[in-house]
């Protein structure tokens, strides 16, 4: 009796570290405090944005009679009264200390949905000033995020450089840049056509700026990484894959650029040649460091089975690295004749269009493994989307910014697809998909502002939407303490 009873107790003590968002490297039981040691790890107020159970605390319950759950749903229930009769008010200054990287998947979202809005192949007045508008309030989103977290950071000395080291929060630290990546692409598909030659040389240089940044955010972000964390292959998730996203953003953003060029001699004058050729150099660097990713994440699949679902959604990340690529190669072979080589290549007089027949052919090779890894993700979170299932059930947090982001790139791949084909079944596709898209981005939406409203984000003490962490752990210290004590009193009337 006595022999078997640590093993019990480690094993409780183990349910107890789930990692966060399934992104965490996993810590000593001993060491709660963080991933070093007794910091605060990434400088949030308490716990920030993360979440430590999917279920609304049913991880904690597992294996328990109903009466026993019943039981310690009213312990949490009069815990909850105690604490917000106890506690301080709560104001902005506390709620910004919430404040995290992971907001910025909300500018990618919606930068990302200003594009497909401009892919759509039938185009009207109305769809434009639609596009318009959505860039313009991704613009002022941005600036927001932007805002609030250096509120953050001014007001919670060392919680920039942790954020950097942090465990659930350092793989969403590019998203910032992926934000402005994307706010260049709007800034071409609807700058360039309503200006004039000097917005034309101003997206010239910001290309090449961007250029660098992505190449320094990417292998830094990794480096950091590789250098401070060690992430099991059990919690893996193509969250893995985000660092690597600006650089799979250099494609589309050549493309656009070229493509709303009034003529070949305006190509010409910014240097096209040296853009695309660039921009592919860095498309395929990013494409191949994720390519070696998706590995790990397959082996992770055929060995763990699916992700928590609680970490389900990060699994259409995996749709972005071959939708983009396939939207910039293709979308670049589409302009490459008229505008890019219309003279020809180091004087060969039809390099254009084998250069063209080349990113038609990689583009659907690519196109293919886009749309797989689409299918898969949307079957893994089939037991999540059906209706009243209390067993299957995730709540609110921003990583569901990934239901819309990465399948942007699947739209606009799709539509470049059509487009270079000229096939109108394809762009007919691609046009349903993109207003399904937009409904998701809009309830995706929507199911934030409701968070934030019922103080599920942006909340301290709270785990993005799911009960708060300190009612959680003091329940289920509680629980488990009162089964050691039961069991210690067994052993010794053994």
């Avoid at 506390?94 to 930068?111: E, H, K, Q």
């Avoid at 990934?402 to 046009?431: D, M, R, Y």
Wanted: hydrophobic letters at 45%.
């Amino acid at each position: 009796m006595s022999t078997s009873q640590p093993l019990r107790t480690i094993s409780g003590r183990m349910k107890r570290t789930h990692p966060e968002n399934g992104y965490e490297s996993p810590r000593s039981p001993d060491g709660e405090d963080g991933f070093f040691g007794n910091d605060t790890g990434n400088g949030t107020h308490k716990a920030g944005e993360r979440r430590r159970a999917g279920r609304s605390g049913q991880a904690f319950l597992g294996g328990r009679s109903p009466k026993t759950q019943d039981h310690v749903g009213r312990n949490e229930a009069d815990l909850g009264r105690e604490e917000a009769t106890e506690t301080k008010k709560v104001g902005l200054r506390d709620r910004l200390g919430c404040y995290t990287w992971t907001w910025f998947t909300m500018t990618m979202a919606t930068g990302g949905i200003a594009s497909v809005l401009h892919s759509i192949p039938y185009r009207s007045e109305w769809l434009r000033i639609l596009g318009v508008i959505v860039f313009l309030f991704n613009i002022l989103l941005f600036s927001i995020n932007c805002f609030f977290i250096t509120l953050r950071f001014k007001w919670n000395p060392g919680s920039f450089q942790r954020s950097f080291t942090s465990p659930s929060e350092s793989l969403f630290v590019p998203a910032c840049v992926v934000s402005i990546g994307t706010i260049l692409t709007n800034m071409c598909q609807y700058g360039i056509p309503a200006t004039k030659q000097w917005f034309q040389t101003a997206m010239q240089v910001c290309f090449w700026v961007y250029f660098s940044l992505s190449v320094i955010a990417s292998s830094g972000m990794y480096l950091i990484i590789w250098s401070t964390q060690a992430l099991p292959i059990h919690t893996m998730t193509p969250i893995w894959i985000f660092p690597a996203y600006p650089l799979l953003l250099m494609g589309p953003i050549a493309a656009n650029l070229i493509d709303a060029l009034p003529d070949s001699l305006a190509a010409a004058r910014i240097n096209s040649i040296a853009i695309a050729l660039g921009a592919v150099c860095i498309q395929g660097t990013g494409f191949l460091v994720s390519l070696m990713i998706y590995s790990a994440f397959i082996y992770r699949l055929m060995t763990q089975k699916l992700p928590r679902e609680t970490t389900r959604p990060g699994m259409f990340v995996s749709v972005g690295p071959s939708g983009f690529t396939v939207a910039g190669i293709v979308h670049l072979g589409n302009t490459v004749i008229p505008k890019i080589m219309p003279s020809g290549y180091l004087g060969h007089s039809d390099a254009a269009f084998f250069l063209k027949l080349l990113s038609d052919l990689t583009g659907l090779w690519l196109w293919g493994l886009c749309l797989w890894f689409f299918l898969v993700s949307i079957g893994a979170h089939w037991q999540i989307m059906r209706p009243n299932d209390p067993e299957h059930h995730i709540q609110f947090d921003m990583t569901w910014f990934s239901f819309v982001f990465p399948n942007t790139a699947l739209v606009t791949a799709t539509q470049a697809i059509g487009k270079s084909l000229e096939s109108n079944a394809i762009q007919v596709f691609g046009t349903v998909m993109a207003g399904l898209l937009v409904l998701v981005w809009i309830f995706v939406f929507y199911m934030m502002i409701r968070a934030l409203s019922m103080k599920r984000l942006l909340w301290p003490g709270e785990a993005d939407g799911s009960v708060a962490l300190g009612k959680r752990w003091r329940i289920h210290g509680c629980a488990n303490s009162h089964a050691e004590k039961k069991r210690d009193g067994n052993s010794v009337a053994a």
